[in-house]
């Protein structure tokens, strides 16, 4: 069974997401288009992932044309449903209209509790007057991640407090520990919990995955010593284990579904453009069939 905590939503930090949100962000208005020059080719921006796991889906919609502002207006002219394309059924999405700070970023946010079932095709459609006029479809992966983490039959390295210091800084080698994820046909997001009293740190790690063609696995290296450190006038350390509220770390791993683009390596710019990772038609950005689990790297005292 899976269980979060409350507040770790996979899949929402830096990373893959930041990329997504790089098509949103710089890729959401093609050049061709602006309030001088509008085009009905492209209509809004659709930025999400259907997680199978997660309880709630959130879809970002945004107008697009208007270049003379900055962020969406309260009213959305549009619905936006999400149909099974393989049952035709549909429900629609609940909009909320959220802003960052005093006002200067807005965006909405579409919702829905809806059930997403894995290895399912699905499509999100912004509706005006009935018609559909973007549209994004996508297929969720078959099954999660299977995560392994099994320091003391594998090769697998433990999490292991206090943090290791030579010279006053961190061995990098000391204080990483590893894990498997298995079953996975594209990785969409690595993300690790720190439960920190007072201050829960979350971290991306989607970059320290290595794939092992030989053994069909992402091998993922997590340099904790890195993500709790404390600076100090004496050098560096990390965070004392009795400041930790639960006795573990916990790794949240996405599987992206079959039609997950590779970005790997590929240069921000590219990523940007509006047409290289895009499934939306009349419009640009991307929306995301993914599937993620949780494993707990328990914190073992160092000898």
């Known amino acids: 069974m899976r269980q979060l905590v409350p507040s770790f939503r996979p899949f929402c930090a830096p990373g893959a997401a930041a990329i997504l949100a790089a098509i949103l962000i710089l890729g959401g208005c093609d050049p061709s288009v602006s309030v001088?020059?509008?085009s009905d080719q492209y209509r809004f921006s659709l930025f999400g992932t259907l997680n199978v796991a997660a309880d709630t889906q959130v879809i970002r919609v945004d107008p697009l044309g208007d270049t003379s502002r900055v962020g969406s207006q309260k009213a959305l002219a549009a619905t936006v449903r999400l149909e099974n394309v393989e049952t035709g059924t549909q429900v629609t999405l609940?909009?909320?209209?959220?802003?960052i700070g005093e006002g200067s970023a807005r965006f909405h946010n579409l919702k829905t509790t809806h059930p997403i079932r894995p290895d399912t095709r699905y499509r999100v459609s912004v509706r005006v007057e009935g018609t559909p006029v973007t549209t994004a479809t996508t297929t969720t992966p078959a099954r999660p991640p299977t995560l392994r983490h099994e320091p003391t039959s594998t090769d697998d390295k433990p999490f292991l407090l206090p943090c290791l210091t030579r010279d006053r800084e961190l061995v990098e080698s000391a204080n990483t520990f590893t894990l498997r994820a298995s079953a996975v046909e594209s990785l969409a997001a690595v993300q690790v919990l720190y439960p920190i009293e007072g201050a829960f740190s979350l971290?991306?790690?989607?970059?320290?995955?290595?794939?092992?063609?030989t053994d069909d696995l992402y091998r993922i290296s997590v340099y904790y010593g890195a993500d709790i450190r404390v600076g100090t006038p004496g050098g560096d350390r990390c965070t004392f284990r009795s400041q930790f509220v639960q006795p573990h770390a916990r790794v949240a791993v996405t599987a992206g579904g079959p039609d997950w683009p590779d970005w790997r390596g590929v240069s921000i710019n590219d990523i940007a453009r509006?047409?290289?990772f895009t499934n939306v038609e009349g419009g640009h950005g991307f929306v995301g069939g993914v599937y993620s689990d949780t494993i707990q790297i328990p914190i073992r005292q160092r000898e």
């Open 36 to 38: 001088l020059n509008p």
């Open 203 to 213: 971290v991306d790690h989607y970059n320290d995955a290595e794939y092992r063609k």
């Open 94 to 99: 609940a909009d909320s209209f959220e802003t």
């Open 274 to 276: 509006p047409d290289t």
